[in-house]
């Protein structure tokens, strides 16, 4: 079984001290754009209350990383964009004032592809973020920043955001665990949007259990110790459409469902014809993100007061000008294009419910991108995240083996409900069986 790792430190101040010295060891990878100038100052607070018997936090003293479109009070919020980067966040998002209540030291800014765009992270702030692994290839994106730091050991675990893949895909990419809740709008509060329909929190970590800990904590939930789930009791339905033709990874992959096989689990190979129509979809925050940064930027301070605004300084990624413009068109939602995304959300909702009661699924399981990485160019994952992404419901991405360049290959876990809870305990089972790390 995978060991914690978000555990008080004995020092937290030899545990920051190491983790800053990570992070300007690690600058090449571009993975961090500021670092929290108190760090030492709270780690020395916390060291001072922990000497007097005073610990108050499940993560007192745990440096965490957050990505850099969640506000921490006083510090820039900047989505990666140079038009951004006099923005200043006034308070701290909820996530992180629970964050902050359970102990944790808020460590650092992660970089980010701009405006959380893209499945590689490119950033006009920040540069490519490349993959600790194998630094020729991305570490992926939108929050390649997060799970570049984790990777490389500046800390144990990070807050990435999820649109469409974007905690999954670069934790697929680095070997970590990643978790995407089920869509809920109240935990958005204090996270610059993307699309306003499906924008999700989740952490980025090193195993599980930590997933789960990160989740509770985040909702303000006791955190529960994830089941011991056996997987003799567990039916999976595995999506082979969404295999890929990469022949190394599909290996491993077939490798893994051996074990999950030879551990009892029942793996049922199935269909899911709406797939076709996911890949045709056109994404929904090509018609919210004008609505939902308007919306967010009327409410900083020393910013661009809009997205036209904002692209008119010439601060912004070059390569993205021709999406800003088409984002432009859309002035308002509820156009039919809009209409017929939130259609489709139900009919995808609905059709993986179909699909699990017809053959008595408890959960879904698939290769998380369909790809490995080969440079700092995007790779196209496949529409395996934009199952999650589009249903709303809850997926978890973990390490199930590595192909021989040493790149990992993530598998994804898709629940039937919104039950991170269960989704977590299937997690645990399948991690203790795969025997990644």
């Known amino acids: 079984m ?150 490389a050991g500046m800390a144990d675990g990070a807050l990435g955001t999820d649109t469409g893949g974007s905690i999954r895909i670069p934790c697929s990419y680095t070997g970590l665990v990643g978790l995407r809740p089920a869509y809920r709008r109240t935990m958005l509060e204090g996270v610059a949007p993307l699309s306003l329909s499906k924008d999700t929190v989740g952490p980025m970590v090193h195993c599980v259990r930590d997933a789960a ?63 076709a129509e996911v890949k045709s979809q056109d994404c929904l925050s090509l018609y919210e993100f004008q609505v939902a940064i308007n919306g967010w930027l009327a409410l900083q301070q020393n910013g661009p007061s809009s997205l036209q605004a904002l692209m008119s300084s010439g601060e912004c990624l070059a390569e993205f000008y021709p999406l800003l413009e088409q984002m432009l068109k859309t002035k308002h939602l509820k156009t039919p294009q809009w209409l017929n995304g939130r259609r489709f959300q139900r009919s995808l909702y609905q059709a993986i419910n179909h699909a699990a009661e017809a053959d008595r699924i408890d959960a879904f399981v698939y290769p998380t991108v369909n790809r490995q990485p080969i440079s700092l160019e995007k790779m196209p994952p496949g529409s395996a995240p934009e199952l999650a992404a589009i249903s709303g419901l809850p997926a978890l991405t973990l390490p199930c083996g590595v192909v021989k360049n040493g790149l990992p290959v993530g598998m994804e876990l898709l629940a039937k409900t919104r039950d991170e809870h269960f989704l977590l305990s299937l997690a645990l089972a399948c991690e203790s069986v795969l025997h990644t790390h």
């Open 2 to 151: 995978h060991a914690m790792r978000l555990i008080p430190p004995l020092d937290c101040r030899e545990e920051v001290a190491r983790r800053l010295q990570a992070i300007a060891d690690h600058q090449h990878l571009n993975a961090i754009l500021g670092v929290n100038p108190d760090a030492m100052a709270i780690a020395e607070q916390y060291h001072q209350l922990r000497r007097r018997g005073s610990l108050t936090g499940l993560l007192q003293g745990v440096p965490v990383i957050v990505k850099d479109n969640i506000a921490c009070a006083s510090w820039p919020i900047t989505l990666g964009c140079k038009g951004l980067s006099s923005l200043r966040a006034v308070s701290d998002a909820p996530i992180i004032q629970r964050l902050r209540a359970a102990g944790a030291i808020i460590l650092a800014r992660a970089n980010m592809s701009e405006f959380a765009f893209d499945i590689r992270s490119r950033s006009s702030l920040g540069g490519d973020v490349r993959n600790p692994l194998q630094p020729s290839v991305t570490a992926g994106g939108s929050s390649g920043g997060c799970a570049a730091a984790v990777a």
């Open 213 to 275: 800990l990160l989740h509770a904590i985040m909702h303000g939930e006791q955190p529960i110790e994830p089941e011991t789930l056996s997987l003799k009791s567990v039916r999976l339905g595995v999506i082979s459409a969404l295999e890929g033709e990469d022949t190394a990874q599909r290996a491993v992959w077939h490798l893994a469902l051996d074990k999950l096989r030879m551990a009892g689990a029942t793996l049922i190979e199935l269909d899911l014809p709406i797939l």
